[in-house]
């Protein structure tokens, strides 16, 4: 467009040179030449324009919208319209607490109010994109500052509006997936009305009082205590199972030798046993003592 301008400026002076002065009256064919040279050539550039991969065009006229959008690539345009390029890609927008984390400089969390009254700090990472067929739309009820105008308020105001249905207790643990839920389906809605997707919603960080984070803690440790302990007497319980079993089991086998065991059967196996050491290397002389009715038994070896 500047070329135009310049162009069209060197052809006004060219016509003009005679009523100037006598010296551009001399140069009057090189300022005409000029001048349409740079005016075809602004005209030319200013008709094609290049839109990067992942964005769209958005033309506007006078101040009037243009319905055609502009995809990735060369575009051949009105030359006197003004195109404002959309990112179209996945975006993120964080609030966090942690300084030059998020967007915004410092602590930029969002602190709301739990169904029991208590403060709570939240870190959050909203994932989403500019729908391509709302950029028009976008434009013109937004604008292109949409994060600021759209996305941090909405979202900083939806999980308000929802923390206060859960307790602070819960937004920690049992029940963060069900929040999660809900304020994306909320949150979304929002954004769709408006020209935007919401991708992916991830609750980074959940921050409780100090008193409360004390009391759960507190009671976790508790609660590991109870069932190291539960574990401690299951062990003792199965080892004293196990003692009583094996007090049964040789408890039984003393009732079944009791039973079974005679005196001709304790002589032959104490017959058996003086042989085996009768035929050692160091047995000599074994003198057996004898019980009543019995003779004495001597066993001899020369070993």
Request: charged share 25%; proline share 3%; net charge neutral.
């Amino acid at each position: 467009m500047t070329l135009l301008f310049l162009g069209l400026l060197l052809l006004l002076v060219g016509f003009n040179a005679s009523k100037i002065s006598l010296s551009l009256e001399r140069l009057r064919g090189v300022l005409l030449l000029g001048g349409t040279l740079l005016a075809v050539l602004g005209l030319a550039l200013s008709a094609v324009v290049q839109i990067e991969p992942g964005e769209v065009g958005v033309q506007t006229l006078f101040g009037s919208i243009q319905p055609r959008i502009l995809t990735s690539g060369l575009n051949v345009v009105n030359p006197l319209v003004n195109v404002t390029e959309f990112d179209t890609r996945t975006q993120n927008y964080t609030m966090s607490a942690q300084h030059d984390e998020g967007q915004q400089a410092g602590d930029d969390a969002i602190r709301v109010l739990s169904a029991d009254g208590l403060e709570v700090v939240i870190d959050l990472t909203v994932l989403y994109r500019v729908r391509p067929d709302k950029a028009p739309q976008i434009l013109s009820t937004i604008g292109e500052q949409y994060q600021d105008a759209i996305v941090r308020p909405i979202t900083r105001t939806r999980i308000r509006d929802n923390a206060v249905y859960y307790d602070a207790v819960a937004l920690y643990s049992t029940r963060r997936d069900e929040f999660q839920t809900r304020i994306f389906s909320s949150i979304e809605k929002d954004f769709k009305q408006r020209g935007l997707e919401l991708e992916q919603l991830l609750i980074r960080n959940i921050q409780l009082p100090a008193s409360v984070k004390r009391s759960i803690e507190s009671k976790i440790s508790a609660e590991q205590e109870a069932q190291k302990m539960q574990f401690v007497l299951q062990k003792e319980r199965q080892e004293a199972d196990r003692k009583r079993v094996e007090a049964q089991g040789i408890a039984d086998y003393q009732k079944i030798i009791n039973a079974e065991l005679s005196d001709k059967l304790l002589q032959y196996e104490s017959i058996k046993a003086n042989q085996a050491i009768a035929t050692s290397a160091n047995s000599k002389v074994i003198i057996m003592g004898q019980s009543r009715g019995a003779s004495p038994q001597v066993l001899l070896s020369d070993k």
